[in-house]
């Protein structure tokens, strides 16, 4: 089953647009001039139930503009989208049921009163049975550590803790699905992992699919096995990490250092007809580029080590982060 179901979904803005010096302000006065933005470009996005999946682009790209239509708050310009079965702009009332939202930047809790009080106001909002929430809520206390500070207002949390109730709070009906953007912005090492190893439990005990946009790609890393990439308002790639890595990183690199310095020739030389290139980094370091999928490193060290002293050896693969770098400096994903 389909959580969301997305078919040529389009947003267009009208912008409006002024014209130079004081003539052209005079001129805007009687006779606007409007230019039209497609936020996002007729995008085609299936995600099943239970799947978490990282949806990442640079700012601009079109990611905001896409939760905000998968959410409800914005109607599209075209296209076809159902959410948990829903058109989420008009069945907005029994769509919001179906789903938990956390943004980072935002808080869907009482500013002044206590965690608890405002965990309460959510149960009735959601109308919630007694004994559901409690057994519910009982769970995702002990769970997310927040018991301590249940009594506090929410302006004397630390982010962390805000953080952890901001997702009891999204969770505190049970959605089928959640949205969250940037959950993890601002915290600790140790708070985010604690986060990622609840959503991985939220996941993996009640089925939760989850929608993550973040900018800290290690989010996706921990949590994601699928990542689709918007830029421009276009998906540009919706795959795998793995299958990412492989299509466009850049390979391996393996830093040795010999016992002696060698002419950079004569490794060429034994290395040669392997898809790989060599740099001398001065004295007795070398960088050895290896391209990605091709040659591997025991294949190479089985043809240097009868003929050069290795005293040490790293080997360093391209992480997702320095992948999408190179994808969005390039160009070279495609859908």
Same mark, same amino acid.
């Given at each position: 089953?389909?959580?969301?179901?997305?078919?040529?979904?389009?947003?267009?803005?009208?912008?409006?647009?002024?014209?130079?010096?004081?003539?052209?302000? !005079?001129?805007?006065?009687?006779?606007?001039?409007?230019?039209?933005i497609?936020?996002?470009?007729?995008?085609?996005?299936?995600?099943?139930?239970? =799947?978490?999946?990282?949806?990442i682009?640079?700012?601009?790209?079109?990611?905001?503009?896409?939760?905000?239509?998968?959410?409800?708050?914005?109607?599209?310009?075209?296209?076809?989208?159902?959410?948990?079965?829903?058109?989420?702009?008009r $069945?907005?009332?029994? !769509?919001?049921?179906?789903?938990?939202?956390?943004?980072g +930047?935002?808080?869907q809790?009482w500013?002044?009163i206590?965690?608890?009080?405002?965990?309460?106001?959510?149960?009735?909002? *959601?109308? #919630? /049975?007694?004994?559901? *929430? +409690?057994?519910?809520?009982?769970?995702l206390?002990e769970?997310?550590?927040?018991?301590? !500070?249940?009594? $506090? /207002?929410?302006?004397?949390?630390?982010?962390? +803790?805000?953080?952890?109730?901001?997702?009891?709070?999204a %969770?505190?009906?049970? /959605?089928?699905?959640? !949205?969250?953007?940037? /959950?993890?912005?601002? %915290?600790?090492?140790?708070?985010?992992?604690?986060?990622?190893?609840?959503?991985? $439990?939220?996941?993996?005990? *009640?089925?939760?699919?989850?929608?993550?946009?973040? @900018?800290?790609?290690?989010?996706? =890393?921990?949590?994601?096995?699928?990542?689709?990439?918007?830029?421009?308002?276009? #998906?540009? *790639?919706?795959?795998?990490?793995?299958? %990412?890595?492989?299509?466009?990183?850049?390979?391996?690199?393996?830093?040795?250092?010999?016992?002696?310095?060698?002419?950079?020739?004569?490794? $060429?030389?034994?290395?040669?007809?392997?898809?790989?290139?060599?740099?001398?980094?001065?004295?007795?370091?070398?960088?050895? @580029? %290896?391209?990605?999928?091709?040659?591997?490193?025991? =294949?190479?060290?089985?043809?240097?080590?009868?003929h050069?002293?290795?005293?040490?050896? +790293?080997? =360093?693969?391209?992480?997702?982060?320095? #992948?999408?770098?190179? #994808?969005?400096?390039?160009?070279?994903? @495609?859908?």
């Amino acid at each position: 089953m389909l959580s969301i179901e997305a078919r040529e979904l389009t947003k267009e803005f009208k912008v409006y647009r002024s014209r130079p010096g004081l003539t052209g302000a !005079f001129s805007d006065l009687f006779d606007r001039q409007y230019r039209t933005i497609r936020a996002v470009d007729s995008i085609r996005l299936e995600i099943e139930s239970g =799947e978490i999946v990282g949806y990442i682009g640079e700012n601009g790209a079109g990611k905001s503009t896409t939760i905000k239509m998968l959410t409800g708050i914005l109607e599209p310009t075209s296209g076809m989208l159902r959410v948990n079965g829903f058109d989420p702009h008009r $069945q907005r009332e029994e !769509f919001v049921r179906t789903i938990g939202v956390v943004f980072g +930047q935002r808080s869907q809790l009482w500013w002044d009163i206590a965690v608890r009080e405002s965990f309460r106001l959510l149960k009735k909002l *959601y109308r #919630i /049975p007694d004994k559901v *929430y +409690q057994c519910h809520m009982d769970r995702l206390v002990e769970v997310l550590e927040i018991g301590s !500070f249940l009594d $506090q /207002p929410v302006r004397k949390l630390s982010l962390g +803790q805000r953080m952890r109730c901001e997702l009891a709070a999204a %969770l505190i009906h049970q /959605p089928r699905l959640v !949205f969250l953007d940037e /959950p993890t912005i601002g %915290l600790d090492v140790l708070v985010k992992e604690n986060i990622r190893h609840f959503l991985r $439990q939220v996941n993996r005990e *009640y089925g939760t699919t989850i929608l993550l946009t973040t @900018h800290d790609l290690s989010d996706i =890393e921990a949590l994601c096995s699928r990542v689709v990439m918007l830029d421009r308002g276009k #998906i540009i *790639y919706d795959g795998d990490l793995g299958r %990412l890595r492989t299509q466009w990183g850049n390979g391996q690199r393996v830093w040795l250092e010999l016992s002696e310095e060698v002419p950079l020739f004569t490794l $060429q030389e034994r290395t040669r007809g392997l898809a790989l290139r060599w740099e001398h980094k001065g004295g007795r370091r070398y960088v050895l @580029h %290896l391209e990605q999928g091709k040659s591997g490193v025991s =294949e190479v060290l089985s043809r240097l080590v009868t003929h050069v002293d290795i005293k040490e050896i +790293q080997i =360093e693969e391209a992480t997702t982060e320095d #992948i999408v770098r190179r #994808i969005y400096r390039e160009g070279v994903a @495609h859908a």
